[in-house]
């Protein structure tokens, strides 16, 4: 009996793995970090100065190359979704954390501080938000378009929102020089994939696992150099494991924020079921696929990168928690209207 347990808990705990090996990713290259910080800093054996923005390359070539532009075209003319979308990502929501963060700038360290702002003013994942979409039996191609969008626009309104936060905070960033890094290594290469896509495009449709796989395993890569030199700057002896824990409890907070502001406004739009669910599954996620390559290039030369990711890491996590519950939640009180 005893050994029947441990082999159903060894299978459940692998299953676990495979299913969310990205998350343990995230954990292991943090714990790397740790450990082996030197060859992962900047001037280390992986010259993390330079393959990071190659990674940053890769990413959004991949993401060129596997965005569908018949998918796009066919949810375009949706304005009303479209203009509640992308609002509240690029507008209430960072305005709503700007207020509440100035309000407790006391109790947050200015990383972290930062760190929750730069996740405030992110574009939102396009995977996820259209996947659970179509899951809850909403509008796929108003989620697939608002998704995109947000990801090319927040190319340019991401680093503006940013410059702001930073200028207030009486450190100048030069925007113009970051702006045109920025388009040289995201819009560049997203552009590229895009010209490159109608070459073989049922064939990049087929392996777009790969492409996404690929691109996890560049992040992880992006993560551990970016703690790497955190660690080796000496940034967590001086904020304290406990950056981590306040990190995590208001990453809670800020997603049941962000998820009962988006409901409201949902239920002020008068958005029915089929919109509703775009509207809810694209407008709080924030992605990490774009944040943390986006983070490598605005705050290369800081020394507290590794604080500033946090929020996006554990958000991450949560929004995914949260994504999978509200799905079964929908879907069972919609099956128990239709019996």
């Not at 676990?16 to 001037?43: C, D, K, T």
């Not at 796009?72 to 209430?92: C, D, N, P, T, Y």
């Not at 995109?148 to 113009?176: C, D, F, K, R, Y």
Request: charged share 10%; net charge positive.
């Amino acid at each position: 009996m005893v050994r029947i347990r441990f082999d159903a808990m060894n299978s459940s705990l692998v299953m676990w793995i495979r299913n969310n090996w990205f998350l343990a990713g995230l954990l292991i290259a943090i714990l790397l970090a740790w450990l082996f910080s030197e060859p992962g800093a900047r001037g280390g054996l992986l010259r993390s100065e330079i393959t990071t923005r190659l990674g940053v390359i890769l990413i959004f070539f991949f993401q060129g190359l596997t965005l569908s532009p018949a998918a796009l075209k066919s949810g375009a003319l949706q304005w009303r979704l479209h203009l509640f979308v992308q609002s509240f990502i690029f507008l209430v929501i960072p305005i709503c954390t700007l207020l509440f963060l100035l309000s407790t700038s006391a109790f947050i360290s200015e990383d972290l501080q930062t760190g929750f702002f730069f996740l405030a003013v992110l574009p939102t994942t396009i995977a996820t938000s259209v996947a659970y979409t179509f899951l809850t039996k909403g509008n796929v191609a108003g989620a697939v378009f608002n998704s995109s969008l947000s990801n090319v626009a927040g190319i340019l309104i991401t680093p503006l929102w940013v410059s702001l936060w930073l200028q207030a905070g009486g450190i100048n960033l030069a925007l113009g020089s970051l702006l045109i890094d920025i388009s040289m290594l995201l819009l560049a290469p997203l552009l590229a994939g895009q010209i490159v896509r109608p070459l073989c495009p049922n064939w990049l449709d087929a392996n777009k696992k790969f492409f996404s796989t690929a691109s996890s395993l560049i992040i992880l890569f992006l993560v551990y150099a970016a703690f790497s030199n955190s660690w080796q700057e000496g940034v967590w002896n001086r904020e304290g494991a406990e950056v981590a824990v306040l990190a995590a409890v208001g990453s809670a907070i800020f997603l049941a924020f962000v998820l009962g502001l988006v409901v409201l406004g949902i239920r002020a739009a008068g958005f029915d079921h089929f919109d509703a669910m775009a509207a809810l599954f694209c407008a709080p996620q924030k992605t990490m696929a774009a944040g943390v390559p986006m983070a490598n290039l605005i705050f290369e030369y800081h020394s507290g990168l590794g604080v500033i990711l946090l929020p996006i890491m554990f958000y991450h996590l949560m929004q995914l928690l949260a994504g999978g519950v509200m799905v079964s939640r929908i879907n069972n009180a919609r099956s128990g209207i239709n019996a």
